[in-house]
């Protein structure tokens, strides 16, 4: 019976195992055949051993440098590769021999490639050879091994590097999903390059320092602090399922970016209003080598989302409502982030003088500490559905805190906002936004830059008003003259106005009536101007006289506090300069009129008015019967007499001819006779003569003669 059942057990198992080896034979076949593989032949039938025996091993300019290795997950399988030798491609001829159980097993591939994959073997040691025939040469490379040595894990598809200013960096990897399984830990091994100013032509100390740590994740570098530039390896580490785990290729590290970006500047483009939005262009300068910029950009509410935009440089444009904003920029590298560089985008400022904003479009109504209602003029809900409300206070920590609620509303034109997160404080600003969003499902933002969102209108409001708890700033006088003297001040800060400012009073009094007075003050004058006048003449003052001058602002809760007094005094001009005036006007008539007689008794004294003979009219009277005379004026005597202003000239003949008394009788001459005989003028024997020249003459004596000066 024993027998019997043995007999059977071997029949079974005899079956079993051709069962098992036919198995084996159509999983073989269908591998080839789904892999698109070339067919292996038997090394019988290929007659290989007398066809490449010929072949050497490391034959210059032949096949070399062949690998070989499997998956854990793939058993049975494996890859080869080997580097061509110096036959061009299209002439390339390979044959591939696998050897197994001493011989036994043996298949012959023939392929064009470089590259085989989805060998079948046992796991075994094998000899894996390959052979190129170029022309009458062929070469060979041969590997021997085991199978459980041809296990390969890696390298890593991607790593990822992470300087840190603490000196380490942090190495990820990522593997193939299979590969990951099979894992256990990581090494990384790295050496400092000491020029890489000479990069890409760098140069190392040649030293490798290796840390492996647990897990397929990656690993730390600690002690890297000091280094600029590193190259780094990423494997894993060699375990029973993974017998082969090959290096990555060189990873170059920069140094590390330590420094933010510097300058950042705002450029609003106000004239790209598009109905609540505007552009933004930021602009910043950075010093350090860096792949690009991330310019991350989110709401100061806290509202999300968070957008982040990578620029590869400055500047960068962004469409953004009229909302406040938190910029970041920041420089990167394949291996570190430098620090941000921040700035806040306010919105756009307003004018702290005007009461409501935007026309009045936007108005509140305050319930108490913790509620309000936002209404708005227009009926928005018929284009609009999603709106959001941002409040905050006027002035306080920059950047402002804000809240907000986003709502939908599709019926009324107002919302009112209960329990709100901060309550109302008395005395206080506050500014509102509403602000609409073109989009009808959801009403959160979707994403910051160039959304759909656009400010519709803001206000401003108090809880509880108060009147002003400062005076006006920087009040100064201007300029003053004998009636009047000009002001001029700036405004009280928001945050001490604590209500609508409405405008502002002068107050003014002379000093004197503060003498006499001193106990019930003295008795001032009030001007009221507007809230955006900040100068003003007060005129119709009195000449030369001290005043008191205050400014002081008022809301509608009364007057606040007066700026402290300023002691002026009008000029002494007036009626004192127009005294003067009249006083010097009257002098000058008085010397005018007693100097001009004076002048004209002096010019007859020094400057006396003596006739020229040439043009005199008795000259000119004298007749013809003079001129015989005339001719030998040479030798005549003149003689003259003065009475008063009458120049009496007369003639006479020499002695030699008459006698002088005899001769000087009959040369008289009538004027009248002599006009009456002659019409001609004598007037030859005195041309050439000047008045000068005549009282010279008379100076010397009566008994001079005149000669004639030649024509």
């Known amino acids: 019976m024993i027998r019997s059942m043995f007999g059977r057990l071997c029949e079974l198992l005899k079956h079993c195992q051709l069962r098992l080896l036919l198995i084996g034979v159509i999983l073989e076949s269908c591998v080839v055949c789904s892999s698109g593989q070339i067919k292996p032949v038997s090394c019988r039938s290929d007659n290989h051993t007398s066809q490449y025996k010929h072949c050497r091993l490391a034959l210059p300019g032949g096949v070399a440098g062949m690998e070989c290795f499997g998956k854990f997950h793939s058993q049975g399988l494996i890859t080869c590769h080997w580097r061509r030798g110096a036959a061009r491609e299209e002439q390339a001829k390979f044959t591939l021999?696998?050897?197994?159980?001493?011989?036994?097993?043996?298949?012959?591939?023939?392929?064009?490639?470089?590259?085989?994959?989805?060998?079948?073997?046992?796991?075994?040691?094998?000899?894996?050879?390959v052979l190129e025939q170029i022309g009458s040469e062929c070469s060979k490379d041969i590997v021997t091994t085991h199978?459980?040595?041809?296990?390969?894990?890696?390298?890593?598809?991607?790593?990822?590097?992470?300087?840190?200013?603490?000196?380490?960096?942090?190495?990820?990897?990522q593997w193939s999903p299979d590969d990951a399984k099979v894992i256990t830990s990581v090494c990384v091994r790295h050496k400092e390059v000491t020029d890489h100013r000479d990069y890409p032509h760098r140069h190392d100390d040649g030293q490798w320092h290796q840390t492996c740590c647990q897990g397929a994740a990656g690993c730390h570098l600690a002690g890297v602090k000091g280094l600029p530039v590193l190259e780094v390896q990423v494997a894993c580490e060699i375990n029973d399922?993974?017998?082969?785990?090959?290096?990555?290729?060189?990873?170059?590290?920069?140094?590390?970016?330590?420094?933010?970006?510097?300058?950042?500047?705002?450029?609003?483009?106000?004239?790209?209003?598009?109905?609540?939005?505007?552009?933004?262009?930021?602009?910043?300068?950075?010093?350090?080598?860096?792949?690009?910029?991330?310019?991350?950009?989110?709401?100061?509410?806290?509202?999300?989302?968070?957008?982040?935009?990578?620029?590869?440089?400055?500047?960068?444009?962004?469409?953004?409502?009229?909302?406040?904003?938190?910029?970041?920029?920041?420089?990167?590298?394949?291996?570190?982030?430098?620090?941000?560089?921040?700035?806040?985008?306010?919105?756009?400022?307003?004018?702290?003088?005007?009461?409501?904003?935007?026309?009045?479009?936007?108005?509140?109504?305050?319930?108490?500490?913790?509620?309000?209602?936002?209404?708005?003029?227009?009926?928005?809900?018929?284009?609009?559905?999603?709106?959001?409300?941002?409040?905050?206070?006027?002035h306080g920590p920059h950047p402002p805190k804000l809240f907000y609620k986003s709502f939908y509303e599709e019926v009324i034109n107002f919302w009112t906002l209960f329990d709100i997160p901060e309550r109302l404080r008395a005395y206080t600003s506050y500014d509102v936004w509403l602000h609409v969003r073109d989009q009808q499902q959801t009403c959160n933002l979707k994403q910051v830059n160039n959304s759909q969102e656009a400010t519709y209108a803001k206000a401003r409001f108090y809880f509880r008003e108060g009147s002003p708890v400062s005076a006006p700033s920087n009040v100064s006088v201007v300029s003053v003259t004998s009636s009047s003297l000009e002001l001029r001040w700036s405004s009280i800060s928001q945050e001490n106005r604590r209500g609508f400012l409405l405008g502002y009073v002068i107050h003014y009094a002379e000093d004197r009536e503060l003498e006499r007075s001193k106990t019930q003050g003295f008795i001032s004058r009030h001007?009221?101007?507007?809230?955006?006048?900040?100068?003003?003449?007060?005129?119709?003052?009195?000449?030369?006289?001290?005043?008191?001058?205050?400014?002081?602002?008022?809301?509608?809760?009364?007057?606040?506090?007066?700026?402290?007094?300023?002691?002026?005094?009008?000029?002494?001009?007036?009626?004192?300069?127009?005294?003067?005036?009249?006083?010097?006007?009257?002098?000058?008539?008085?010397?005018?009129?007693?100097?001009?007689?004076?002048?004209?008794?002096?010019?007859?004294?020094?400057?006396?008015?003596?006739?020229?003979?040439?043009?005199?009219?008795?000259?000119?009277?004298?007749?013809?019967?003079?001129?015989?005379?005339?001719?030998?004026?040479e030798t005549l005597k003149l003689e003259e007499c003065i009475v008063d202003r009458l120049l009496v000239v007369e003639l006479r003949v020499p002695p030699s001819k008459c006698q002088q008394s005899a001769c000087c009788r009959s040369a008289a001459v009538d004027e009248a006779s002599v006009v009456s005989s002659h019409d001609a003028p004598l007037a030859a024997p005195f041309s050439g003569y000047t008045s000068l020249d005549v009282i010279q003459q008379l100076m010397m004596g009566k008994e001079g003669a005149l000669t004639r000066k030649a024509m």
Request: hydrophobic residues 35%; glycine residues 6%; contains cysteine.
């Open 147 to 173: 199978y459980n040595n041809l296990l390969r894990c890696g390298p890593p598809r991607r790593v990822t590097f992470r300087r840190h200013s603490h000196g380490w960096v942090n190495v990820g990897a």
């Open 97 to 129: 021999v696998i050897r197994q159980k001493k011989d036994r097993y043996c298949r012959v591939y023939k392929t064009t490639e470089d590259t085989l994959t989805n060998i079948r073997v046992f796991k075994h040691n094998l000899t894996v050879e």
């Open 241 to 394: 399922k993974c017998s082969q785990c090959p290096w990555s290729h060189v990873y170059t590290l920069p140094p590390e970016l330590t420094s933010p970006p510097l300058g950042l500047h705002v450029m609003e483009n106000k004239m790209a209003d598009r109905g609540g939005q505007r552009i933004i262009s930021l602009t910043w300068t950075f010093l350090e080598g860096h792949d690009g910029f991330n310019v991350s950009v989110a709401k100061v509410s806290g509202e999300p989302p968070r957008e982040v935009l990578s620029v590869p440089r400055p500047p960068i444009r962004l469409l953004l409502s009229n909302s406040a904003f938190q910029v970041h920029v920041s420089a990167f590298n394949n291996v570190s982030v430098s620090p941000a560089a921040n700035i806040t985008v306010m919105p756009p400022r307003e004018d702290d003088d005007s009461v409501s904003d935007d026309g009045g479009r936007l108005s509140v109504r305050v319930h108490n500490q913790t509620t309000f209602t936002v209404v708005w003029k227009d009926d928005l809900v018929k284009k609009y559905k999603c709106f959001c409300l941002e409040w905050s206070a006027t």
């Open 527 to 633: 001007i009221t101007v507007g809230l955006r006048v900040h100068n003003y003449t007060l005129e119709g003052l009195r000449s030369g006289v001290a005043y008191r001058v205050q400014v002081s602002g008022f809301t509608r809760c009364g007057p606040g506090i007066r700026s402290a007094a300023r002691l002026v005094e009008t000029r002494r001009g007036g009626s004192i300069n127009l005294a003067v005036l009249l006083t010097i006007s009257t002098l000058v008539l008085m010397t005018a009129m007693l100097v001009t007689p004076l002048l004209r008794r002096a010019k007859v004294v020094f400057w006396p008015n003596i006739p020229n003979p040439e043009r005199s009219k008795s000259m000119q009277k004298l007749g013809a019967p003079t001129q015989p005379l005339l001719q030998r004026v």
